[in-house]
């Protein structure tokens, strides 16, 4: 009696409330501590709209980067996820688990449609921004370039586009054989990703390399004198202007290519992209939003980074109408969130983006559209290949690709199709704040190492691949020359024969 007097004059008891998450926890994945590299688990949210990516580390705390700032997107992005080709061969075994393994390692989950080489590690330029911190270093010999064509030869069977690149490749001496060798061994499409500066400077080489009839990706970043500085140190536009006017003469498939970071660059897309419509060498833009490796590390705030859904809008408000946001498809061979194109046919003054003329969203959607009758198919594969890493604007590949999406529909096709359809791609490649190992395992962009494997280029910049590749290649270049000089050549025959950059 006395403990029930007791509870009634202090009343029925106030039970604390219980508060809501800011967010929805949408998925858990693995990441990496941006500070030690790390591999820990990743947590993905929806919070207010956006997508977040929520990490801890034992040593260096909590970490929190905007993966996308449109949720939706986001979530209705994975029906473009298609199932991935296995390569013919791996280059690894499994043994410590991704992302140490590659690669690629038999847990990989799709080949390689693209193979980069960085054939030195040089630049005669010293960008602020760049991400593989080019300088002194090595350049490859020709019997590397050689193992490693063969490695993506033997891996794939019909291997279909390779890209030279750097440090700068066009100062490497041997560029040209390289080119030749990759053409020989019947690789489809040869790229070179240049600054454009050697194409300037040095007209007979020019003329040599234009020869060869590679697809040049030019850095080319927009037209004010601030964006140059900021992010390659030096003002440019000018020489961007003369380099494009050789690849001009030369009629050599030019695709710009722009870094883009926050508060620099953002508001220039669509002026570079209007200007690409109508110059005569430029089948494509390719945009890059910044990402944080080799020399610039440093984020402002990794919650305000430059995304894919944020240039779409972008290009969606600066093109008046003729680029919009439906107008891009999430490209289906890599992680759905990597990369986005959207295609244009160009005629004079004319803009028709391909998503108007046929449903390339409800071809591509791999989630809901399983069966397809024959004809379909063939569309659905001709726009698979449109939307790949190996796509190549201005390619035969490329018209016979359009020709063939566009068959059933009332569109006038020319006999030179190939250089009126225009290409507009995003690539958010990933850094160590954004790292997610879902994507790396289906990456479809490699990085090929003398030694013979492939490694996913997100990996390679993020997980220490970069440096260590170097660091073997510059042992043996030391091991080599020392044996020389054993042998009785000078110090200078000795570095010359081991490949060592100027
Ligand atoms: S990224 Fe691919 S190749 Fe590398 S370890 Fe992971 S699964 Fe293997
Ligand atoms: S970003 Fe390109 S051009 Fe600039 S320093 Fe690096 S390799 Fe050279
Ligand atoms: S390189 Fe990076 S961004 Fe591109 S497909 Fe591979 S993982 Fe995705």
Redesign the pocket.
């Known amino acids: 009696m006395a403990q029930a007097k007791e509870r009634s004059s202090i009343g029925p008891r106030k039970a604390p409330k219980r508060k809501t998450s800011d967010s929805i926890f949408y998925e858990l994945t693995r990441s990496m501590c941006p500070v030690c590299k790390v591999i820990i688990d990743a947590e993905i949210h929806l919070k207010d709209g956006q997508v977040i990516m929520r990490k801890r580390c034992s040593e260096h705390g909590r970490f929190e980067v905007l993966i996308s700032p449109d949720a939706d997107g986001y979530l209705d992005q994975l029906r473009y996820n298609k199932p991935g080709d296995i390569p013919l061969e791996f280059s690894t075994e499994v043994k410590d688990g991704c992302p140490y393994d590659c690669g690629l390692c038999p847990e990989h989950k799709q080949h390689a449609c693209l193979v980069i080489i960085e054939v030195n590690t040089g630049?005669?330029?010293?960008?602020p921004?760049?991400?593989?911190?080019?300088g002194t270093g090595y350049n490859l010999r020709p019997d590397e370039v050689e193992t490693m064509l063969d490695t993506f030869v033997r891996t794939e069977g019909d291997p279909e586009v390779v890209q030279f690149s750097?440090?700068?490749p066009t100062i490497h001496p041997q560029l040209l054989d390289f080119i030749k060798m990759a053409q020989e061994k019947g690789i489809r499409h040869v790229m070179v990703n240049t600054?454009g500066r050697r194409l300037v400077e040095d007209p007979e080489w020019a003329a040599e390399f234009c020869a060869l009839n590679p697809m040049v990706y030019l850095?080319f970043d927009g037209f004010e004198e601030e964006t140059y500085l900021k992010l390659?140190g030096e003002s440019l536009l000018d020489e961007k202007m003369a380099a494009l006017e050789v690849l001009q003469k030369h009629n050599i498939n030019t695709i710009l290519t722009a870094t883009v970071e926050r508060d620099v660059n953002e508001h220039e897309i669509p002026a570079i992209i209007k200007f690409g419509f109508k110059h005569p060498a430029v089948r494509g833009i390719m945009l890059q939003p910044v990402f944080h490796t080799?020399r610039h590390l440093e984020y402002l705030d990794p919650m305000n980074r430059v995304t894919i859904p944020e240039l779409v809008q972008r290009i969606d408000d600066g093109m008046d109408g003729q680029i919009v946001k439906s107008d891009f498809v999430p490209v289906p061979c890599c992680h759905p969130s990597c990369q986005s194109i959207a295609y244009a046919y160009i005629e004079g003054e004319e803009v028709t983006p391909l998503a108007r003329i046929i449903d390339v969203d409800e071809y591509l959607d791999y989630i809901t559209n399983r069966v397809w009758p024959d004809a379909e198919g063939e569309i659905r594969d001709a726009l698979a290949g449109m939307w790949s890493s190996s796509a190549a604007p201005g390619s035969d590949t490329m018209a016979d690709d359009f020709v063939c999406a566009t068959c059933n529909v009332d569109f006038r096709i020319p006999d030179n199709v190939a250089k009126h359809i225009f290409a507009i791609t995003i690539k958010d490649f990933q850094d160590p704040y954004t790292f997610d190992i879902k994507k790396l395992m289906k990456c479809c962009v490699e990085i090929a190492t003398p030694d013979g494997r492939l490694i996913p280029f997100c990996a390679y910049n993020t997980v220490g691949y970069r440096e260590d590749v170097k660091k073997e290649i510059m042992m043996s270049r030391a091991r080599e020359r020392l044996e020389r000089r054993a042998n009785g050549s000078s110090a200078k025959e000795a570095a010359a024969s081991s490949g060592d950059a100027d």
């Open positions: 630049c005669n330029m010293a960008c921004t760049c991400f593989m911190d080019a750097g440090g700068e600054n850095q390659r080799g």
